[in-house]
Structures are given as structure tokens and as C-alpha cells.
């Protein structure tokens, strides 16, 4: 069996990192299409670097861009990509263009996709990555969800029948990332559980200079340290509408955005998480941290039982909610046993 996985962004590299182990185990052929997304390093060299993941065979170098050039480059790629490679399967994951372009470019060749995250859904159709998971939902051969939630909107949009419920391959790489960097020491201006790690980039937090003002002032009255980790789209945009993002107060601490293993070190020692991305979320969950989530809705509804993640987008609330106490009931473990891309292969292969 030939496989071709196209991956463009950050969150992807991170479902790759277990996907790629787990066809290194055995004698399938893996080819890995880096659509060049993320092109700056801090999001996509050090994640093929720290997560092991072999070098990408194709790397289509696509870069920025509004979202019909991006998609319509990849697109005007991918055809030779894949004709070349004629693979079994073309596997396409979670909800970015890089997404959409790999699914239209592979049904157009008549090609077998499938889908690894199917079945998200924010129900917020202002959210491009709302278009791009449901488009690819309905257009994949081959629909691989990470949790039951996931199964049952498939199921309500009529598409069951392509549905496989295989575990969410972001535990498989959280859970093997948590147990090498446990013990790692940050060098942080912070004590160990005295600050809040926060992420801030997608385009209803950033583009409105007021909205974005209020948000980085929000961050900064929280109440207690903040670990920001800097988007290039956040800096770019504070940059562009002369929002400064230090403080004089130390309250801000801004750092390029971490490696992956580091980045779980620096919610491992935070007491908490504020951030407006998807991944994120989940990952604060998984390693048992409270997170503030700066959107009307989430995809991982999962996150919210017992108080783990909240949902505002009042920045007021940021000092009640940033560094709450963690909640005393059990935490549910919904994503999976940490064996999702192993399922995934043999599923593939099935």
C-alpha cells in the first residue's frame, strides 16, 4: 500500500509526527507533501526536527497568501504530485487549505481520500476552517474520527457509512511527548504553576485593532504571569496597527512559538492556558491544565464538561478565568488511548 499525506501547518506536523512512526513499522509506502503552509521555521523546520518525523519528499513552497491563492496554488501543484506518486490513498488531515487543496486536487484524479480529525464541527460558518473540514468531510472516500462526537455528526450529515471511529492521534503524541519532557525546566521568569501559557492568531481575534487591543490589555491585567507565545500573524498585526505587546509590568513575557516538546514542558509547568486555538485546547486538557478559550464556540466539546475549558470572548473575564483552580472531579479521557495511528494505518490497509 502507497499512502501520500499532504500537511502544510503546525497543527498538522504534530498529527503526522505518530502517523509517520506507525508506517515506519511496517513495509507500506509513506510519502509525505509539505504544501509550505507554514514556511517560518518556529512553525514548521523544528517540528519535523523535534517530533522525528522523516523530511517531506515533496515540499510544494506555496507560502502566504489570502485563502484563494493559497488553495489555488497548492491546487495548480498537487496534480503533478500526484500523478507521479498514483498512491492508494491520498490521507488529508484536520481543517486547514492545505486540507481542501489535497482533497479536490486527489477526487478530481479519482483518487481514494480520507480524512484524518473527520467530523469537527464549530457550526461557526464565519471560520474558513469551518468550510474546508465539512467540504472534505463530504468529498473523502474514507472518514477517520478521533471521538464519538465526531461519529454522530457524521452520522447526521448521512455519512456513517464512510465513518470510522479510530481515537485522536494529537493523545498519541501528548501522551509520548509528556513522558520525555515531565521533568524539563523551562528558563522561565516564572516559578513552576505561578503562570498562564496563551496563543492568540486566528483572524476574529487579530484583525480588528480594537478587538486585538483589548485582548493583548486583557492579557496583561490577568492577574497573574503570561507565557505568550507570538504567532507571526499576532505580531504582524500588532505590528501593523502599533500595538505594542511588552509590558513595563514584566506581566507579558513574549517568545517566539515554541518547539513542540517544549511548548507541552510550558503548560506541564503553567497553571493554566489562554488561547483561541484548536489544538491547543486539547492539549491542555490532555495534560490536565485549565484553559480559557477566546471563542464563541469549540470543536472538542469534550474540553468543556467539569469547567476544563471555558469559552468567552469577554476579555474582561480574563483575570477570573485565566488562573482558575483546577477541577476536583475525575477527568474523562474521550480522545483515545494513545494507539490512534496504529488504528489509523491498519484501517488504511483494511
Not at 499525506?5 to 504534530?14: E, K, L, M, N, Y
Not at 484524479?109 to 463530504?138: C, I, Y
Not at 471555558?310 to 477527568?331: F, N, Y
Request: glycine share 8%; proline share 6%; aromatic share 4%.
Amino acid at each position: 500500500m502507497k499512502v501520500l499525506s499532504v500537511v502544510g501547518a503546525r497543527p498538522q506536523f504534530v498529527k503526522l509526527a505518530p502517523v509517520a512512526e506507525a508506517f515506519a513499522a511496517t513495509e507500506h509506502q509513506h510519502v509525505i507533501v509539505h504544501t509550505g503552509q507554514h514556511y517560518d521555521k518556529n512553525m514548521s523546520d523544528v517540528f519535523f526536527a523535534d517530533l522525528r518525523i522523516p523530511a517531506p519528499d515533496v515540499h510544494l513552497g506555496v507560502g502566504s497568501g489570502s485563502h484563494g491563492v493559497q488553495t489555488g496554488a497548492m491546487l495548480a501543484a498537487m496534480d503533478a504530485v500526484l500523478d507521479e506518486h498514483k498512491p492508494d490513498w491520498v490521507l488529508v488531515y484536520g481543517d486547514t487549505n492545505s486540507t481542501l487543496a489535497g482533497t479536490l486536487s486527489a477526487v478530481k484524479m479519482h483518487l481514494p481520500v480520507a480524512h484524518l480529525e473527520a467530523g469537527l464541527r464549530s457550526f461557526n460558518r464565519l471560520m474558513p476552517e469551518e468550510h474546508n473540514r465539512v467540504l472534505t468531510d463530504h468529498a473523502a472516500d474514507l472518514l477517520l474520527a478521533p471521538t464519538q462526537v465526531a461519529m454522530d455528526h457524521l452520522a447526521n450529515e448521512g455519512l456513517k457509512d464512510r465513518s470510522r471511529l479510530v481515537g485522536d492521534v494529537m493523545t498519541d503524541v501528548c501522551f509520548r511527548v509528556r513522558d520525555a519532557v515531565k521533568d524539563n525546566e523551562l528558563d522561565l521568569p516564572f516559578k513552576r504553576g505561578e503562570y498562564v501559557v496563551s496563543t492568540i492568531h486566528r483572524a476574529e481575534n487579530t484583525d480588528d485593532p480594537e478587538r486585538l487591543a483589548a485582548i493583548v490589555d486583557g492579557l496583561g491585567a490577568a492577574g497573574t504571569p503570561v507565557l505568550l507565545l507570538a504567532h507571526p500573524r499576532l505580531v504582524a498585526k500588532c505590528a501593523e496597527h502599533g500595538i505594542k505587546l511588552e509590558r513595563p509590568d514584566g506581566s507579558l513575557h513574549v517568545r517566539e512559538p515554541l518547539a513542540y516538546p517544549e511548548m507541552v514542558a510550558a503548560v506541564l509547568g503553567s497553571a493554566g492556558v489562554v488561547t483561541d486555538s484548536g489544538g491547543l485546547q486539547k492539549e491542555a486538557f490532555l495534560l490536565g491544565r485549565v484553559c480559557t478559550t477566546l471563542r464563541t464556540e469549540t470543536e472538542w466539546v469534550e474540553t468543556l464538561d467539569d469547567g476544563w475549558n471555558v469559552l468567552t470572548s469577554d476579555v474582561s473575564k480574563l483575570p477570573q478565568l485565566a488562573a482558575r483552580p483546577t477541577p476536583t472531579e475525575d477527568r474523562p479521557m474521550p480522545y483515545g488511548d494513545g494507539h490512534a495511528a496504529e488504528r489509523v494505518v491498519s484501517t488504511l490497509a483494511e
